[in-house]
């Protein structure tokens, strides 16, 4: 793309379409039960998953991330040509480089935008739309498309039981676009943090700079290793202070919130947050026992499967809230106005 900084006038930035694609294979509990030793009642009760979705052998990330970005361009009416940046928010991409979206874009036809991965783990989208946002609102993009694309099957160590249920693969996204009405931003906020000091309790320590994949290593290193109460407690702690945080900076209360999506990670983390928050169960929208885990794109899955149910109508206020690696953490609150 080509950009000219202060040519933004009076634009806003607009969630205009949502969209998804999940591989056709189901992995449930009781075939995961001839796997690992663990039972449907234990992934159910410790977690709320029943079942994710696995990519075939001959699928990489951008393979769905395509799939998903040509699923949002057809929910938005508009063609690939259309898009000026592409965002890629991952951490289990096709390779080191290239980059998931530079794949992605040059297979769905987007040949004018500029194209890039970025790493936030789970909490990626949210960073992905905040980027999106910056780039419409100061002038430097008119159309941004953010797909988060994750295949976590092809990283999850099937010798760790309690890594090996969680997660599912699938890639779902949102096209955010220029709006000229002088209108105020269709996003009302966002609250994003990182804590690297904790990088190590969800990590795969071979494959980067600091143990390439090129020298010899234990094999389970190059799997996802989790400390899972950990992430536990920072997880339940993040999801209620970042929301609390931002609603605070916006003047606003939980009242203001028609509809929360959190990350879809574990049902006990996401009961515990907005029993916190006082969000009654009814204004929260989630999709975890069909998908598990989908990092990156758990959150832009949930929100299109609750547009696909009509619980996500035009004009609603959105909670989203994430948390991930890094470990980092997100949450904004946007209105959803498609197209
Ligand atoms: O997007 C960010 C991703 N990360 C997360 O969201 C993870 C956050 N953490 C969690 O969701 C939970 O910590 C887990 C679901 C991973 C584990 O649940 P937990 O209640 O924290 O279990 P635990 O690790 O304390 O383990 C309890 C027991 C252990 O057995 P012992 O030592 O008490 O005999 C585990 O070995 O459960 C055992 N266990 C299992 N049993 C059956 C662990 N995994 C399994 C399993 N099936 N799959």
Redesign the pocket.
């Known amino acids: 793309m080509i950009a000219v900084p202060g040519s933004a006038g009076t634009r806003r930035a607009r969630l205009a379409a949502l969209g998804y694609y999940v591989p056709e294979h189901r992995l449930t509990n009781s075939d995961?039960e001839k796997l690992?030793?663990?039972?449907d009642d234990?992934?159910v009760s410790?977690?709320g998953i029943r079942e994710r979705r696995i990519a075939a052998p001959d699928e990489a990330t951008s393979d769905l991330a395509i799939k998903a970005a040509e699923d949002v361009l057809a929910n938005a009416g508009r063609s690939a040509q259309d898009i000026d940046v592409l965002i890629v928010p991952t951490c289990t991409p096709d390779h080191l480089f290239p980059s998931v979206a530079a794949l992605t874009a040059d297979a769905i036809g987007a040949r004018g935008a500029a194209a890039f991965d970025i790493q936030a783990?789970?909490s990626g989208f949210i960073y992905g739309l905040a980027q999106a946002v910056a780039l419409v609102e100061s002038g430097l993009a008119t159309s941004v498309l953010v797909v988060g694309a994750e295949l976590f099957s092809r990283i999850v160590n099937p010798g760790?039981?309690?890594?090996?249920?969680?997660?599912g693969d699938a890639a779902a996204g949102a096209l955010v676009v220029a709006d000229d009405d002088g209108g105020p931003s269709g996003f009302f906020g966002f609250e994003l943090g990182a804590d690297g000091s904790k990088g190590d309790q969800?990590q795969i320590p071979v494959g980067g700079t600091r143990h390439p994949a090129s020298l010899a290593f234990d094999q389970a290193d190059a799997y996802l290793q989790?400390?899972?109460?950990?992430?536990?407690k920072?997880?339940t702690r993040v999801m209620e202070e970042s929301v609390l945080r931002l609603l605070e900076r916006l003047e606003m209360t939980v009242d203001d919130i028609d509809l929360m999506v959190p990350?879809q990670?574990?049902q006990?983390?996401i009961d515990h947050a907005i029993g916190r928050l006082g969000i009654p169960p009814e204004r929260v929208f989630g999709n975890l026992e069909h998908y598990g885990?989908t990092?990156a794109a758990?959150i832009p899955l949930a929100l299109a499967e609750a547009r696909d149910a009509g619980v996500l109508t035009s004009g609603m206020r959105v909670m989203m809230v994430?948390?991930?690696?890094g470990l980092t953490w997100a949450a904004s609150l946007v209105r959803y106005e498609p197209t």
């Open positions: 995961l690992v030793d663990t039972t234990w992934i410790r977690t783990a789970c760790d039981r309690s890594t090996f249920i969680l997660f969800l989790m400390n899972g109460r950990e992430v536990f920072f997880a990350h990670a574990n006990r983390i885990n990092s758990s994430g948390f991930g690696a």
